[in-house]
């Protein structure tokens, strides 16, 4: 791997506190990078702050989020001592947005190479991209999924908050096959915003429809490689910071449920989450959400080490059904209670209980359909 250390700030955040954690403590167990050691190589997952924000506001200066997270996240008790977390500390901000955004891309690419899983703590939500960029050197395929209130397809000279999924989504070459938006709000979504998605074959779930059934966005998940989160699909009470949200959105416990799906997904190697402004968080209450959704995030990625091959047809209990003339078999896991159903090609789908049940019905699942139209 590539040597790391110039891309980052020379003094991480372990060395400048003076908290004295307890051994149970996450900031007594994730190992962190300092100025004289840097070597992730026996990690299962990084953490990677960068506070560029000039994405969403040209003026912006270089934000604490990142330490704002690790000042919560430290404080948090480890329960799963197998999984080694290392904290490569924060991306030096470069000259331009473009230098900073550089080095994010090349940090990202490594990890990426190393077969790292990243958490990427941001800064404003255009990083995603540097995400995104990191699969893209590799020329890589993935499914990428975003969580937001805002579907942000701007059109503008600039990539910048508001618009970089035009260029995720539409750049040649491109590499998403697949792209399902999470949360959106009606009521701040132009309707051709929607159609476009529509027209790529891409998923979108309005913010009432994933809450009615927070469980059918695990096999989303389950099958990203890339998930980006922004704060402000957290409801104004249960994200302070976020003065320009909705007083409508995910709960703090909901957002914790989908970053654990996350974890939880074999193929999901990079999470980021922006948004945070460490500035206008009253009583550190954002910050210490996204503690928690990273806790929960590790938590599920504790199940995805322990979840079966679905070659091992003895760890999965197997159920055949018909539905309009259609032979099909769904699968679950005895370790998880997890769902897959088998496509006609043979490959087997993620889903849900809920698909199951509309099966046994005599009706098509929605998901059934969507994928069989990405495979034509």
């Known amino acids: 791997m590539q040597d790391l250390r110039p891309f980052f700030a020379s003094k991480h955040f372990i060395e400048i506190t003076n908290t004295q954690y307890e051994p ?60 080694k977390i290392y904290d490569a500390g924060n991306i030096l901000q470069g000259a331009s947005i473009d230098d900073t955004r550089a080095a994010l891309r090349i940090v990202l690419h490594e990890l990426h190479l190393a077969g790292k899983v990243v958490i990427v703590l941001g800064g404003s939500h255009d990083l995603t991209l540097q995400q995104y ?132 997904s074999g193929k999901l190697s990079s999470l980021g989450i922006y948004g945070l402004d460490e500035r206008k968080d009253k009583d550190c209450m954002t910050a210490t959400l996204v503690a928690q959704m990273i806790w929960y995030f590790i938590d599920g990625y504790f199940v995805r080490k322990n979840e079966a091959l679905l070659s091992d047809k003895n760890e999965f209990i197997e159920y055949h059904l018909q539905f309009t003339g259609n032979d099909i078999v769904f699968i679950k896991s005895k370790r998880s209670n997890r769902w897959w159903m088998q496509l006609p090609n043979g490959n087997f789908e993620p889903c849900s209980y809920n698909d199951y049940l509309q099966a046994s019905e005599n009706e098509i699942p929605e998901r059934w359909l969507r994928a069989q139209e990405r495979n034509i």
């Open 133 to 264: 960029e990191a699969f893209k050197k590799s020329e890589t395929l993935i499914n990428a999924s975003v969580i937001d209130m805002l579907v942000d397809l701007e059109e503008s000279e600039e990539i910048n908050a508001h618009s970089f999924l035009m260029d995720m989504l539409t750049g040649s070459p491109n590499f998403v096959t697949h792209y399902s938006h999470i949360g959106f709000q009606s009521y701040y979504v132009h309707p051709v915003m929607l159609e476009t998605l529509d027209k790529l074959r891409f998923d979108f779930f309005r913010l009432g429809k994933v809450r009615e059934h927070m469980e059918d966005m695990e096999p989303v998940l389950r099958d990203s490689n890339l998930l980006s989160f922004d704060l402000n699909a957290v409801k104004y009470s249960d994200a302070p910071m976020n003065k320009n949200g909705s007083p409508n959105g995910f709960a703090g416990d909901e957002a914790c449920m989908l970053t654990r799906y996350a974890g939880m």
């Open 24 to 83: 149970l403590q996450w900031g007594a167990q994730i190992e962190c990078a300092t100025e004289h050691s840097f070597n992730c190589e026996d990690a299962d997952i990084v953490i990677v702050g960068c506070g560029e924000s000039r994405g969403e506001n040209k003026d912006a200066l270089y934000s604490a989020a990142p330490d704002a997270v690790r000042e919560q996240l430290y404080q948090l008790y480890n329960w799963h001592t197998g999984i």
